[in-house]
């Protein structure tokens, strides 16, 4: 029997077993090990146990392998354990996929909750900003801007504002000492061209009003600005940091992790909007 032969006869007769055993050692090893990303397996104590199973069929096939000779009652009884291992292995990575799963859209729930809650801040300090040129530095100053002040918007509109260049004569009743190349909104309303009629709505009102609301996860409540929602209807507080940048602050406001059942260890990024280093409202997430 040559070289070959013999290799391959090993194969047929070990590699099974070999590999049983190869497979259960590696995943032990996953299954007892800390960190990992969210999708990892390796918090799961099934898991674990699952290798385990895995280990002892291949340890167990191979002793049988290696007897030569072994009855029809201890075959019979030995392929059951396998049948049975086999069937438990299967079961319980088939238990630890589904919880997986679950777990991980528990937490893509939660971080969309925290998206939610700092694209409401967004929105309000973007206004704030406009209205004051200047950023707000706290919920408090927020609250009161969403509440007490208002923006004009649009309310009717008749006619476009011309194409044309202005007239000498339009020149003249605006105060021109030459007719501009280009007719401004403004220029057009002083000269009854046009009509454009502006009313002042409340900030919270304009912002948040039911045909913007379409996509929201929950109703917005002006009081619970400063609370980032969790998937088990309850709250925790967003942190706000400030720091003095010129003549005005830098404001940084962040939904703190974990977000739903997200193990600590697995915590890659922390949701916020604004910076410390540049005034700005920009969020890091996509």
Known sequence: MDYFEKFWLFVRKYLFSILLIIAGITFLIVGMSKGGSQANLAQSSNFT?????????????????????????ITLISSLVFLGGAALFIGLNIGTVKKTVIQLAEIEEAEDLAKQGLSDIQKLQDA??????????SFEELTNFAKTDSIKV?????????SR????QEGRQLGLRYPAAV???????????????????????YIF???KDDNRLYN???????????????TKAFAVKTIAADSAFNVLFQAIPP????????????????????????????
Do not use: C
């Open 259 to 286: 977000y739903g059942p997200q193990d600590p260890a697995n915590i890659k990024d922390t949701f916020q909007i604004g910076s410390l280093e540049e005034a700005n409202t920009k969020s890091n997430w996509k």
């Open 154 to 162: 649009l309310d009717s509109a008749d006619g476009d504002i011309p």
């Open 165 to 168: 260049r202005m007239t000498v």
């Open 183 to 205: 007719i401004s909104e403004e220029q057009a309303i002083k000269l009854g061209l046009i009509t454009r009629i502006y009313k002042k709505v409340p900030v919270a009102d």
């Open 220 to 234: 917005f409540e002006l009081d619970k600005l400063s609370q980032m929602r969790q998937i088990d209807s309850t």
């Open 209 to 211: 009003s039911e045909e």
């Open 128 to 137: 704030y900003e406009r209205k004051n040129k200047k950023l707000a530095v």
């Open 49 to 73: 146990f699952a290798a385990i199973v895995l280990l002892f069929l291949g340890a167990v096939s191979l002793y049988f392998i290696m007897e030569k000779k072994i009855g029809k009652a």
